[in-house]
C-alpha cells in the first residue's frame, strides 16, 4: 500500500522560505508526473507545481520565481521549496504522484500547512 506524507509546513514571516517534503511509502509504478496542490481557506484546491518523470517543471503564475519542485530518487521523496513567501501563499499544500500501472494510479497526502503572517 502507498503512503505520501508531507511534513515541512509551519508558521512563517513574509518573505522567508520553507522546503516541504513528501517521502512516498511503497511502490509507485511508472510515475509519470508529481505535483505540489494547495488549498487555502475557502477557495478551491490549485496546481502550483508539477514535475514530469523526465524532469520538465511547470509552475503556477503566483509560484513562478518563488517556487521550486525536486525529486531526490534515492529517498524516494519529492519538495518543494518556497522562498520570499507571500500571506497569499497561506494554504494547506498536498503532494500527489501519479503513475500507471493497466489504469492511472493516483496518490495523495494528507496536507501540511503552511501560515505565512505579514
Known amino acids: 500500500q502507498v503512503q505520501l506524507v508531507e511534513s515541512g509546513g509551519g508558521l512563517v514571516q513574509a518573505g522567508g522560505s520553507l522546503r516541504l517534503s513528501c517521502a512516498a511509502f511503497?511502490?509507485?509504478?511508472?510515475?509519470?508526473?508529481m505535483n505540489w496542490y494547495r488549498q487555502a481557506p475557502g477557495k478551491q484546491r490549485e496546481l502550483v507545481a508539477t514535475?514530469?518523470?523526465?524532469?520538465?517543471?511547470i509552475y503556477a503564475d503566483s509560484a513562478k520565481g518563488r517556487f521550486t519542485i525536486s525529486r531526490d530518487y534515492a529517498r524516494n521523496t519529492v519538495y518543494l521549496q518556497m522562498n520570499s513567501l507571500k500571506p497569499e501563499d497561506t494554504a494547506v499544500y498536498y503532494c500527489?504522484?501519479?503513475?500507471?500501472?493497466?489504469?492511472?494510479?493516483?496518490?495523495w497526502g494528507k496536507g501540511t500547512l503552511v501560515t505565512v503572517s505579514s
Open positions: 514535475m514530469s518523470s523526465s524532469g520538465t517543471t
Open positions: 500527489n504522484i501519479k503513475g500507471f500501472l493497466i489504469n492511472e494510479l493516483d496518490y
Open positions: 511503497g511502490t509507485i509504478f511508472n510515475i509519470h508526473v
